[in-house]
């Protein structure tokens, strides 16, 4: 049983690996005509949007209302400054407070 | 000291996401030893699989008593966004040398990827591996940590710190969707398709977030060659 968790997570590394890598091997032969490059620049905000809805606000199970502020602290202080670490940093406190202050 | 810059700042833009992975690691670390799962088991899950939504879906498959190619097949399918995001990066990445390529790869995760791409100046090999690094080493120390010494952290406190990740995401979207009314078309397009197809299941898990951003991108080509086509008809 225990050389068998051994044989998944090597497993699982391999089938993980693959798709994160052989993009690179392929460009590195190849050079991707405009298209595709063009359909590339796009794949980051995309995936952030996929990212952020639904998952952000499903983030505190059984506390939406949280979630939520903490999601809308996170949009205004990044709408109003630049500095990352004052939007995370303010976004963890309304989330906090709110978990510990406010009803559900 | 030009290479030394994009070190730091590597580090620096990494802190964030190193800070939110720490409960998350932990968690993970408690749920492992909860699961009969050894502390060197534990610790290669997070160094060799480094992708955290499959390690904790890994782990309930076992503890159901799923079989290797069940969650092995699931493990891919969940992780195959990675590979629309290794081919974005690729294109958008200067690798001094080839060699580090293999490393470079390993590191791409949702929140490496979403920094890299998202950074005004250059992404070199020395700020993506710096970045990488920072992330990969507290998922690892936090997944050990986690497992010997349990929740350490108030339990509100790893929850308010998980929605600080999403901050994130949201602080590297908000400036890009500012200049860009496209961008901030695109970005909703995406949610809006994504919580439509998660909400309602209407594809397998992992699959979900690929055809989201697989139709998004597109769409993006599709506007984009709307607006040059325009563009070249003003100018005759």
Same mark, same amino acid.
């Given at each position: 049983?225990?050389?068998?968790i051994?044989?998944?997570?090597?497993?699982m590394?391999?089938?993980?690996?693959?798709?994160?890598?052989?993009?690179?091997?392929?460009?590195?032969?190849?050079?991707?005509?405009?298209?595709?490059?063009?359909?590339?620049?796009?794949?980051?905000?995309?995936?952030?949007?996929?990212?952020?809805?639904?998952?952000?606000?499903?983030?505190?199970?059984?506390?939406?209302?949280?979630?939520?502020?903490?999601?809308?602290?996170?949009?205004?202080?990044?709408?109003?400054?630049?500095?990352?670490?004052?939007?995370?940093a303010?976004?963890?406190?309304i989330?906090?407070?709110?978990?510990?202050?406010?009803?559900r | 000291?030009?290479?030394?810059?994009?070190?730091?700042?590597?580090?620096?833009?990494?802190?964030?996401?190193?800070l939110g992975?720490?409960?998350?690691?932990?968690?993970f670390?408690?749920?492992?030893?909860?699961?009969?799962?050894?502390?060197?088991?534990?610790?290669?899950?997070?160094?060799?699989?480094?992708?955290?939504a499959?390690?904790?879906?890994?782990?309930?498959?076992?503890?159901?008593?799923?079989?290797?190619?069940?969650? +092995? @097949? $699931? *493990?891919? /399918?969940?992780? !195959?966004?990675?590979?629309?995001?290794?081919a =974005? &990066? #690729?294109?958008?990445?200067? %690798?001094?040398?080839?060699?580090?390529?293999?490393?470079?790869?390993?590191?791409?995760?949702?929140?490496?990827?979403?920094?890299?791409?998202?950074?005004?100046?250059?992404?070199?090999?020395?700020?993506?591996?710096?970045?990488?690094?920072?992330?990969?080493?507290?998922? +690892? @120390? $936090? *997944?050990? /940590?986690?497992? !010997?010494?349990?929740?350490?952290?108030?339990? =509100? &406190? #790893?929850?308010?710190?998980? %929605?600080?990740?999403?901050?994130?995401?949201?602080?590297?979207?908000?400036?890009?969707?500012?200049?860009?009314?496209?961008?901030?078309?695109?970005v909703?397009?995406?949610?809006?398709?994504?919580?439509?197809?998660?909400?309602?299941?209407?594809?397998?898990?992992?699959?979900? @977030?690929? *055809?989201?951003?697989?139709?998004?991108?597109?769409?993006?080509?599709?506007?984009?060659?709307?607006?040059?086509?325009?563009e070249?008809?003003?100018?005759?």
């Open positions: 049983m225990k050389s068998n051994t044989l998944i997570i090597l497993g590394s391999v089938v993980t690996y693959i798709p994160r890598h052989l993009p690179f091997i392929i460009s590195e032969r190849v050079s991707f005509p405009p298209i595709l490059k063009s359909f590339l620049s796009y794949v980051p905000i995309a995936a952030l949007g996929a990212l952020i809805f639904p998952d952000a606000f499903l983030a505190l199970e059984g506390y939406p209302l949280a979630s939520a502020m903490g999601v809308a602290a996170a949009g205004i202080l990044s709408y109003t400054q630049k500095n990352i670490f004052i939007t995370v303010g976004s963890i406190t989330t906090y407070l709110a978990l510990n202050f406010l009803a | 000291m030009n290479h030394n810059y994009h070190i730091r700042e590597g580090i620096k833009q990494g802190i964030p996401v190193a992975y720490i409960p998350i690691a932990i968690t670390g408690v749920l492992s030893k909860a699961a009969n799962v050894t502390i060197g088991e534990a610790f290669l899950f997070s160094s060799m699989v480094y992708a955290g499959s390690q904790f879906m890994a782990i309930n498959m076992i503890l159901l008593g799923s079989g290797f190619t069940q969650i +092995i @097949i $699931a *493990t891919f /399918l969940l992780n !195959l966004r990675h590979f629309l995001m290794s =974005s &990066l #690729s294109q958008r990445i200067e %690798v001094s040398n080839s060699r580090l390529l293999p490393f470079i790869s390993f590191g791409v995760t949702d929140e490496a990827f979403s920094i890299a791409s998202s950074r005004d100046g250059a992404v070199t090999s020395a700020f993506f591996m710096a970045l990488h690094l920072t992330i990969y080493f507290s998922w +690892i @120390i $936090a *997944t050990v /940590l986690g497992y !010997l010494i349990g929740e350490i952290l108030p339990p =509100s &406190l #790893s929850s308010s710190m998980v %929605v600080g990740l999403y901050a994130m995401f949201i602080a590297i979207l908000i400036p890009q969707m500012k200049s860009s009314g496209r961008a901030c078309f695109l909703l397009l995406s949610g809006l398709i994504n919580t439509t197809i998660k909400t309602n299941n209407l594809l397998p898990k992992g699959w979900d @977030i690929v *055809t989201t951003i697989s139709i998004v991108s597109l769409i993006g080509v599709i506007l984009e060659g709307q607006v040059n086509r325009r070249e008809k003003d100018e005759i």
